[in-house]
């Protein structure tokens, strides 16, 4: 079962994806887990990754789709892959299919998760994280005890700048720019299946595994 997750930022596709790992027996594959792991590990590949990154640079396509096809020749990707974090683009996802292509392989599924902006904007501009320790919370689905207090370790709650209403909203309007146009391409290649991510996670999960398991 090999599956592409989609969805915007703050949709909650990451949570998901580790859910679907879990729940068959597949790994959760992101670029960023692709890149440390090669870079740990010294590889031809990961030299090449550190390089770019070393220097501020993002890592050209081309690179972080050797990157991805290697890690789908591992072991653990034997019954398939969870892909979060990539295609983000028309060109990469040309590209993915064009290499899987050649190995006489496909995607089976390209997941949407779909959640409307405004609730994306409501959702992570509550989120609130602790200056000393880390510990994270929400001001609606999971508030501390006291207001604007680390129930952890008395520590001082603040809002990421990732968080904030406008940063939010500018991240959601480059997705809609760049990302979004995968869901058109995934539709056309007839493997999209759309979830609404309004729901509680629970219940999007169900709805994933209802056409998993169809």
Do not use: W
């Not at 590889?43 to 550190?50: D, F, I, Q, S, W």
């Not at 972080?64 to 591992?74: A, P, S, V």
């Not at 990707?77 to 899987?100: H, K, M, W």
């Not at 370790?153 to 480059?174: A, F, M, S």
């Amino acid at each position: 079962m090999k599956i592409v997750m989609l969805g915007a930022p703050g949709a909650g596709k990451g949570t998901q994806a580790k859910m679907i790992a879990a729940e068959y027996g597949i790994p959760h594959i992101s670029t960023g887990d692709i890149f440390r792991a090669n870079i740990k590990e010294g590889t031809e590949l990961g030299v090449k990754a550190k390089a770019y990154m070393d220097q501020g640079l993002l890592v050209p396509d081309s690179l972080t789709l050797e990157l991805i096809m290697d890690r789908f020749t591992k072991d653990d990707c034997a019954n398939g892959y969870v892909l979060d974090g990539f295609p983000r683009t028309i060109a990469q996802a040309e590209a993915l299919t064009a290499s899987l292509k050649e190995q006489g392989d496909a995607l089976d599924y390209a997941i949407d998760v779909d959640v409307p902006d405004e609730s994306i904007v409501n959702r992570m501009s509550g989120r609130r994280a602790c200056i000393a320790c880390g510990g994270t919370y929400h001001i609606v689905f999971n508030p501390p005890k006291k207001e604007g207090i680390c129930d952890l370790c008395g520590g001082e709650l603040t809002i990421r700048k990732d968080d904030v209403p406008e940063t939010v909203q500018k991240r959601l309007n480059v997705y809609h720019e760049q990302t979004q146009p995968l869901i058109d391409y995934y539709n056309g290649e007839g493997i999209l299946r759309t979830v609404d991510g309004t729901q509680e996670v629970a219940e999007v999960f169900e709805s994933i595994k209802a056409f998993l398991n169809a």
